[in-house]
């Protein structure tokens, strides 16, 4: 079963830095692009950032540019998302999903709040 | 940035009726457009790719259309777990950005 776990989420105050994790599995992962997108309470979904199989290509949305550092370990099948300065507005379900293009599957997500 | 736009926000069916649901890009997006519904308390499932492909174990009641700038989602018979939230999205640019989402709800 090709399956993405979220880890990391919690609790954080205003500019403090968090290090989200997801583990991929059931697929070759090192051959696909992955991605992050979030979506805050009650809000629809925005994409976050993005990194090719070989990690030689990483996006990111405005929002989060210069502040979050998108990372991944081939070898563990692992997604990694570096969140520093930390604001009450990126509070949300932080999703992992495998990319082509279209995003699948997705992870169940993990939870980030920022508050003080 | 490619500007994706739902319509209508909220959508009352009664279970067996058609549900139409639209997405416009602010530009074209060529065939580049997936489907998404989401249920309270899950993540996003795939429905559709390439404007009009199902995913994998999609029902064949979902179907998608259009290309360029106007795109729909039709569910032609509702079934009671249809209800849900559903999204857009293009992948023709970046950043890869969503619609704001239509709700299918009982009517």
């Known amino acids: 079963e090709v399956q993405m776990v979220e880890s990391g989420g919690g609790l954080v105050k205003p500019g403090g830095s968090l290090r989200l994790s997801c583990a991929a599995s059931g697929f070759s992962f090192g051959t696909y692009s992955v991605n992050w997108v979030r979506q805050a309470p009650g809000k629809g979904l925005e994409w976050v950032s993005s990194i090719s199989s070989s990690s030689s290509y990483i996006n990111y949305a405005d929002s989060v540019k210069g502040r979050f550092i998108i990372s991944r370990d081939n070898a563990k099948k692992s997604l990694y998302l570096q969140m520093n300065s930390l604001r009450a507005e990126d509070t949300a379900v932080y999703y992992c999903?495998?990319?082509?293009?279209?995003?699948?599957?997705w992870g169940q997500g993990t939870l980030v709040t920022v508050s003080s | 940035e490619i500007v994706m736009t739902q319509s209508p926000a909220t959508l009352s069916v009664s279970p067996g009726e058609r549900a139409t649901l639209s997405c416009r890009a602010s530009?074209?997006?060529?065939?580049?457009l997936a489907w998404y519904q989401q249920k309270p308390g899950q993540s996003p499932r795939l429905l559709i790719y390439?404007?009009?492909t199902r995913a994998t174990d999609i029902p064949a009641r979902f179907s998608g259309s259009g290309s360029g700038t106007e795109f729909t989602l039709t569910i032609s018979s509702l079934q009671s777990e249809d209800f849900a939230i559903y999204y857009c999205?293009?992948?023709?640019?970046?950043?890869?950005?969503f619609g704001q989402g239509t709700k299918v709800e009982l009517k």
């Open positions: 530009q074209s997006v060529s065939s580049n």
């Open positions: 390439g404007a009009s």
């Open positions: 999903a495998r990319e082509r293009g279209w995003f699948d599957p």
């Open positions: 999205q293009q992948y023709d640019n970046w950043p890869r950005t």
